[in-house]
Every structure is written in structure tokens, then in C-alpha cells.
């Protein structure tokens, strides 16, 4: 009997079987399956973006076959708690050979009680703490079936099972609610920026056509150059490598690769990479067609493989850093990227220097800047509070969870 627990524990395998079936190698090459891996399973156990595969042309661990009831628990980078319940899935529904299938087995464990009691924060802690591996933690099936769960009687698994969902319907309609705000913010975000950048601050401003497609009408004494007469290419190369690493990102613009709280590669010698100074503009060449582009902060080194670009006294970096990250700027530079596939489109320098930028005199770039950063601080606070409202709600389906299946908490016979 575990302290935290009314219930006795017993290990998982006794209770659900693990990994029953398997595709082999002599299935139809042009059976067509449908897979799910391990990117495609989120924190919260919702299936993203199913792919559609013949056999022959499938990923070698498109094997596991799973079945109405069956629970995916992924053995590799076990710390994203990729757990996801399968429900109603079609014969072809195959999975990666980096979970673990568990089949509740028939009048010993409830397949709705089972998808919630592998969400007990004491299960989740234990598979983490059996994973090795540093950068790709990672854990045997069998290892999982070693674990105890909270193991009530087989009538009660489903009453709270039913509690449970209904409860936890209520908190995600909640989280629903509150994300479709962080949408509708991060749109207003981006409308901000580019009505400042495209249109300028004054209504009443007599307004001319630019000429070009993506900018429209602009304010009549803004200049349009191209930007091979605004920046000039800066390729200058570490030669200790001892500068700091600067990682550019459409979400995040240019920043310190020692400010992400995420797994990246690292070369073993940064030596020869591009230096990139405060206000040079940098671009990853491979995502810039999705916005990866931005002015720097401070002084660093970035990827040989990315471009920097010194702009003239004519642009403020601020207004640079804003004008590169509205999604049209984006869409513009496509435009002159080269690439046989949308997705591996590169925009080179040379294809850089033929977009046009409007270019309002300078003091007015101060004030677009101003005017950018006091309206995004706004929507940011709310942003800020919405996200921690939504992982308060987070934890408070987590904690209902681990006292339900656990019996810390009284449920209604109503349930």
C-alpha cells in the first residue's frame, strides 16, 4: 500500500499487456497505413497531423498496430510525456516503435481508467527516473511494465474514469477558450507592427501608391529603396569561437542561444562562424520564407549557413527588427528565395538586395518604433497572464487527476 494512495498498487504489467502486435516485413507494399509518431503526440495526449503512408514507403518503426482502448506511451524523450489514448481508430492505424502499446487486459483494468491512472504524476516521475540517456532520455517496455499504478476495484476504475472526464471536459474548454484569446492576440500583435510599418502614425497623412505589391499605398513623403542600397552584406568570421552563439528564429527574432530553454545541436567548434553585431540584421536562409529574420540585440556569432546585413544610418535597427518580422515582409522575400520545394526555399543575398523597404525619415522611425513597443507591451501583459492562467488550469487537471485515480478525492455516486 503506497502513503499517497487508498488503493493497493500493482505493476502495469499484470494489469495491460505491452506491444501485442506488430506489422512484418511481408505486408503488401502498397497497403496504405496510417501512422502516428512521436511528434505527433502532444503533452496533453492529443494526436497531431496523422500521415498517410503505402507500407513500402513508411518509416522503418511504422510497425506497432494498436487497438479501441490501447494507450501510447512514448520510450524516448520521456520527459515530453507523449500519452495519448486510442479511441475508435481505423484498421490501418499504425504507430511509431518508439512507444509503448498497453492494452488494458479484459476484467482486470478499464481502458478509460487506464488512459488517466499513466498521467498519475507518481507513474510519470518513475518512467523519468528509469530513462536513460541525457539529451534523448529513453526507457524499455518493459521497464514501463514494471512500474506500480494505483489499482482500485474494477468497478470503481470506471466511475472514476467518467468523474475524471467530465471534470477534465470543464478545465479544456476553459483552456479552449483561453488559447483562442492568445490567437486573437498574437494577431493583434502582428497587426500593430504592420499598420505602424506600412502606414505610418498619422490618418490625416496624404498617401501615394509605392509601386509595390506587398506595401500598397504608404505616406507620401516616405522614400522607397531597394535594399541593396540599405544594407551591405557583413561577412566576417569568429576566430576563437569564444563569442556568443546568437540563434535566429521566426517566433523569436534574433537571440542568445543561451536564453532557449530547448535541446539544440552544437557544432563541436563554433571557430569560422559569422560575426553579428548589435543591429545587424540576420537571416536564416533556409526559414525565411516562414520569418526568420531579425535585428540583434548584442554582439555574437551565428551559423555560417545564415546572412547578416549592416544597414545604413538611413534605418534604425528597432525599425528594421519590426519591419522584418510582419508575416508580409515574410511572404515578399518568397518571392525572391530559391528552391525547387516551398519547404527548402533559400533566400541568398542576391535575392535579398531586390526588395524594396519604405523608408520614412528618421525621427518618424523613432516614433513607429515607440508606438510598436508601448502597444505589443500591452497586449503582452495579457498575453503573460492568459498563459499563466492556462497553466494554472494545467496543473489543476494534473492534481485532479492524481487525486482521483489515487482516492484522495471523494467522488459523488452521481458520477
Given at each position: 500500500m503506497s502513503s499517497d494512495s487508498k488503493y493497493p498498487r500493482q505493476r502495469l504489467k499484470f494489469a495491460a499487456s505491452i506491444n501485442d502486435e506488430s506489422l512484418t516485413e511481408d505486408v503488401d507494399p502498397d497497403f496504405e497505413i496510417q501512422y502516428i509518431d512521436i511528434g505527433n503526440?502532444?503533452?496533453?495526449?492529443?494526436?497531431?497531423?496523422?500521415?498517410?503512408?503505402?507500407?513500402?514507403?513508411?518509416?522503418?518503426?511504422?510497425?506497432?498496430?494498436?487497438r479501441n482502448g490501447d494507450v501510447i506511451i512514448s520510450t524516448v524523450r520521456t520527459y515530453l510525456q507523449a500519452i495519448a489514448a486510442i479511441a475508435s481508430p481505423p484498421d490501418n492505424l499504425i504507430v511509431s516503435t518508439g512507444f509503448a502499446v498497453l492494452r488494458p487486459r479484459l476484467g482486470t483494468l478499464d481502458p478509460k481508467f487506464c488512459r488517466y491512472v499513466l498521467r498519475e504524476p507518481t507513474f510519470l516521475a518513475?518512467?523519468?527516473?528509469?530513462?536513460?540517456?541525457?539529451?534523448?532520455?529513453?526507457?524499455?517496455?518493459?521497464?514501463?511494465?514494471?512500474?506500480?499504478?494505483?489499482?482500485?476495484?474494477l468497478a470503481d476504475q470506471g466511475v472514476i474514469a467518467d468523474f475524471i472526464e467530465t471534470e477534465s471536459n470543464h478545465i479544456d474548454a476553459l483552456i479552449a477558450a483561453k488559447q483562442r484569446l492568445l490567437d486573437l492576440l498574437a494577431e493583434k500583435r502582428r497587426a500593430i507592427a504592420a499598420e505602424a510599418i506600412m502606414r505610418g502614425l498619422n490618418p490625416a497623412a496624404p498617401l501615394r501608391h509605392s509601386g509595390i505589391a506587398w506595401l500598397g499605398k504608404i505616406p507620401a513623403h516616405w522614400a522607397i529603396e531597394r535594399s541593396r542600397w540599405l544594407f551591405r552584406e557583413r561577412?566576417?568570421?569568429?576566430?576563437?569561437?569564444?563569442?556568443?552563439?546568437?540563434?535566429?528564429?521566426?517566433?523569436?527574432?534574433?537571440?542568445?542561444r543561451s536564453e532557449k530553454d530547448v535541446n539544440m545541436f552544437e557544432a563541436?567548434?563554433?571557430?569560422?562562424?559569422k560575426l553579428c553585431f548589435a543591429g545587424d540584421l540576420a537571416i536564416n536562409t533556409l526559414w525565411a520564407w516562414m520569418g526568420a529574420m531579425g535585428a540583434a540585440r548584442v554582439d555574437g556569432i551565428v551559423s555560417p549557413a545564415y546572412n547578416v546585413y549592416t544597414p545604413s544610418p538611413q534605418l534604425l535597427p528597432d525599425y528594421v527588427d519590426a519591419l522584418v518580422r510582419i508575416p508580409v515582409f515574410a511572404q515578399e522575400v518568397t518571392r525572391y528565395s530559391k528552391g525547387v520545394?516551398?519547404?527548402?526555399?533559400?533566400?541568398?543575398?542576391?535575392?535579398?538586395?531586390?526588395?524594396?523597404?519604405?523608408?520614412?525619415?528618421?525621427?518618424?522611425?523613432h516614433e513607429i518604433v515607440r508606438h510598436i513597443a508601448t502597444g505589443t507591451a500591452k497586449v503582452d501583459r495579457l498575453r503573460a497572464a492568459t498563459e499563466h492562467s492556462i497553466t494554472l488550469l494545467k496543473e489543476r487537471r494534473s492534481a485532479l487527476i492524481a487525486a482521483a485515480v489515487t482516492g484522495q478525492l471523494h467522488i459523488p455516486e452521481a458520477a
Open positions: 503526440v502532444d503533452s496533453s495526449g492529443k494526436v497531431h497531423e496523422i500521415a498517410t503512408y503505402r507500407f513500402e514507403a513508411a518509416p522503418s518503426r511504422a510497425r506497432r498496430i494498436v518513475e518512467v523519468e527516473m528509469r530513462s536513460t540517456g541525457i539529451s534523448y532520455p529513453a526507457i524499455n517496455a518493459s521497464e514501463i511494465g514494471d512500474i506500480a499504478i494505483p489499482y482500485p476495484p561577412d566576417e568570421r569568429s576566430e576563437t569561437g569564444a563569442e556568443e552563439m546568437l540563434t535566429v528564429s521566426h517566433l523569436t527574432g534574433v537571440t542568445p563541436e567548434s563554433t571557430v569560422g562562424y520545394w516551398s519547404s527548402r526555399l533559400r533566400l541568398y543575398p542576391e535575392g535579398f538586395f531586390e526588395t524594396f523597404w519604405p523608408v520614412p525619415p528618421i525621427d518618424e522611425q
